[in-house]
């Protein structure tokens, strides 16, 4: 088959260039996008007079008739016609003769292909949005049924000071919400159309770029042709976004297999995610956090990929950018695959109160309170740190909790201390004291709940 740049060539690609070079057993996934974007190409050719009205016209109906048969799964991808650009213009051609071929006017497959991406990227942030918001709204729910519960918090895994357990979730609210707004921000880069730089310098046609654009919601057109047909930092920072929730998501995964383990016994997933051993019938494994765990690191090789791809190429647009949509595609299919399985195993995840609790016994979690309670008495922090340390060595010396210390074995500490220390020391005072903004105190705790409430409230997607 004699390509449609095939002009000036003599000799017919190898089969095995067709394969190599060939990406529309992949972009084939911008159809859609590509249709759309040629809708809108045609209908401003025709309002521009670059080509006959009626020819505008043909030419968008037949383009309205692939796009059906591509919904309905009736299309079946040629690899000889390359990519996704030069299939839908060889269907056309077949929906509506010869005129089919004027709708190449004024643009190339580099500002093409831009475009395209573009429209794919601007969807895929818009459903990940949407299943966000799902997330927020499981770890808000979850949050304030367990804004009461009490659970040891750690720092370097070691038990530190209590926190309530609403508190520990809304802190991935904190993250995940930062991961949305990343999101929503890169729409204000991704919304800007390049159609029109052509190949790299432009056109000489009257084109009206604006009216593209504005026919795809977009915000306004790229300022540099050069730019236009070469950039994509928008793909870059979208997988950069993408594997920054895979992060989140793995850090929270990370926890929950922890935390579902014998040791720590916090949490129990649900049968419906969770499986066995072959050989062990004892045996509950949390496999589908361990493989959101495990799938983090394959979103961030598609983020060096991308990164790779572009770091050396000289502008303006060059064959290796072809090496992006497989990268783009599985970032976008992997995060939407993970969240989709990891809001209802969250949702169904039964929780040990009373384990959480208890595991707040011990450890010395409230020994910072002592600590705080000498200087709240006059003496300097670092003196302060230091008694309660020496008082600390003489429980772990005579398997005691501070809490269990007598009044005597107190003041051999420090005279400072009185028969109030007692109440200090409670695991629901250590809590509740924190009261600071943002901190873990019941009442901080539920202003925290309020204000994300009200901000999910205000999500539109």
Known sequence: MKKAWGGRFEKETASLMDDFHSSIHFDCRLAEEDIRGSIAHATMLGDAEIIPKSESETIIIGLKRILEKVKAGQIVWDQTAEDIHMNVEKLL??????????????????????????????????????????????????????????????????????????????????????????????????????????ALAGTGFPINRGQVAAALDFSGVTANSLDGVSDRDFVAEFIFNTALIMMHLSRFCEELVLWSSMEFSFVEMDDAYSTGSSIMPQKKNPDVAELIRGKTGRVYGDLITILTVMKGLPLAYNKDMQEDKEALFDASDTLKGCLTIFIPMLDTMAINRERML???????????????????????????????????????????RLEDLSMEEFRAGSALISEDIYEILKIENVVQVRNSSGGTSFDQVKLELERAGKWLELISV
């Not at 003496?379 to 060595?393: D, M």
């Open 93 to 198: 051609i077949q929906e509506i003769g010869e005129v089919g071929k004027k709708l190449h006017t004024a643009r190339s497959r580099n500002d093409q292909v831009a475009l395209d991406t573009k429209l794919y990227l601007r969807a895929e942030i818009l459903e990940l949005q949407k299943i966000l918001k799902g997330l927020f709204e499981v770890i808000l729910k979850i949050a304030t049924r367990e804004k009461g519960t009490i659970m040891p918090g750690y720092t370097h895994l070691q038990r530190a000071q209590p926190i309530l357990f609403g508190h520990h979730l809304m802190a991935y609210f904190e993250m995940f919400r930062r991961d949305f707004e990343r999101f929503e921000d890169s729409l204000k880069r991704v919304t800007v159309s390049p159609l029109g730089s052509g």
């Open 358 to 400: 208890e595991a707040t016994k011990d450890g010395f979690l409230n020994a910072t309170d002592l600590a705080d309670y000498l200087v709240g008495k006059g003496l300097p922090f670092r003196t302060a740190h230091g008694v309660v340390g020496k008082l600390v060595k003489h429980c772990l010396d005579n398997h005691k």
